[in-house]
């Protein structure tokens, strides 16, 4: 995820990063990543130009952008816990309203909408940069290597992890021709100079390395498309009425700088009904089953041709590229209020917002057209009911749960209202909450010597104190809260998302591998030599080896009685050359000597 090598040079120790790799050292280095930072540029040189310089290269670093990693999703941990603006609003009014003290510093900390405040989009960007600063030079050093040939043998082969020799009496170029074709048949990519094959496999791994950093990096701009072009709105909708997709019908609307109301597809639905299951018995009494909002909708501008439809929790209606998602549900109590004098001055269901996970739900039903109290000319009057919808009511408030359902279906609903009478507030201008009633400018009524208040069964009436009518409880209807959203870089996400999966499993099981065949003249017969060296640490390169050298032997069979030769064709460089070969060998080394494979005749293996 940078431009730091991340591979494995071998197990022979690294060059001096400070030198050019020569080529003994350039064929030893399996990664394809740019070359590590030399410690002379640990440290930025003073002046603007070496401080660009040394922020660039800290910001595509690995460790950097393992950083940048972490954070981003720390920074979606507040998203999940925290009700979001952009998926239910409802809830936010909520949160706040029980909530008042945090409500203002959240606010200030952007965290009822993270995912686009400043602090996440400054991780998000800076994630952006580093993963563009990491592909394009590790790209172009992939180009360079496919365009290259294999890197070829190093001088002692014998310091390879995976080594094998044997002495024949085929001639070296037969021995050659023979190992170049047996390695192109294997897929190797092949190249013979110097009385040596060069061979080498497995630039997938790579492939699907880069293969996830671009998906990384896709996934990261469809993000960013979906956020600048694409917006979202609520929509509480009861049974019965409908909604247009027209910035007038939104409860909430969220729109981006490429998304507003002139983008708008036009479409529409009705939601004809709402059926909900629960548990009935058992340890899970009252679990939610199954949500079901059937609908019928329209596209374009012609709301007479309708197509029927039914959206649940995580199957939303797809339609003219939106989404419409069900978020969740509630009780609409229906009331009827009649003044002094029984004329109708309210009738309709008002929505209540759920408390709890069996639906208690409370709201206020605001009667802003009540007129005078007693019909004649004099100052306006209003009335407020602030009240508790149970679907499944106790029998009798509980002394300290009071009139919290039983259970979230509508199996015994009870009403229990409040009365209120005084200025409302709602012609001031000022946005109200429509759930709760503002009683700064109200009266509290007294009925008997109480406070005034009941609890109604549907078809029940309560006759209202100091000549204010009565109000009737009709029944109740089910609302259903919908989010309409529009994200052009959804498919993008998701092709890159797979993509990158594909890309993770494919560096991780293809392993990097390269493979060197040496035939060479020695004391009247030809020494072959073969090595092999892996990315990883790994059994597949020492019998991948192994198989080559045993398919080698039609061609170069072992000499039976040929002499022995343990010193092998490194005995020709001297012992110094040996000695230096020896010095360099790491622990890595040591441990692999166990795994080289043996051809048949003479073998010599150098831990």
Known sequence: MSNTDTGSTTDTGSPDPRRPLDDEAAAERLSTAPVEERPDDAAPAFGVLGWLRWTWRQLTSMRVALILLFLLSLAAVPGSLIPQTSANALRVAQWKADHPGLAPLYERLQLFDVYSSVWFSAVYILLFVSLAGCIVPRTWQFAGVLRSRPPAAPRTLSRMPVYATWRTAADPQQVTAAAERLLRGRRFRVHASGGAVAAEKG??????????????????VAMAWGSVGGGQGGKLVLEGQGFSNTMTQYDDFQGAPFYGADQLEPFGFKLDGFSATYQTRGDQLGTPRDFTARIRYWTGTDSSRLHKGAIKVNEPLEVAGSKVYLIGHGYSPVVTVRNGRGDVVFHGPTPFLPQDNNLTSTGAIKVGDYGTRDGKPGRKVQLGFSGIF?????????????????????????????????????????????????????????????LARAALKPGQGWKLPDGYGTLTFDGYQQWASFTIAHRPGNAVALGS????????????????????????????????????????????????????????????????????????????????DRDGAEDRNDAGTREHAEARPHGSGTTEERG
């Open 390 to 450: 149970s679907p499944t009511a106790p029998v009798k408030a509980d002394p300290l749960t009071g009139w919290n359902s039983l259970f979230p279906a509508a199996a015994d609903p009870k009403l229990i209202l409040t009365a209120w009478a005084g200025d409302l507030g709602t012609d001031a201008g000022i946005p109200q909450n429509v759930y709760q009633l503002d009683t700064s400018h109200m009266k509290q009524l007294r009925q008997d010597g109480d």
């Open 497 to 576: 998302a797979v993509l990158a999966v594909l890309g993770l499993i494919g560096s991780l099981l293809i392993q990097r591998r390269r493979v060197w065949v040496r035939a060479s003249a020695a004391g009247g017969a030809t020494v072959v030599e073969t090595a092999g060296l892996a990315r990883s640490e790994s059994a597949r390169i020492a019998e991948e080896l192994a198989e080559l050298a045993v398919a080698l032997q039609d061609d170069a069979p072992a000499a039976e009685d040929g002499p022995q030769d343990p010193g092998g064709p490194q005995d020709r460089n001297g012992p110094g």
């Open 203 to 220: 630039y997938l791994r790579e492939v699907g390395n880069l293969l996830f950093h671009i998906s990384l990096f896709g996934l990261l």
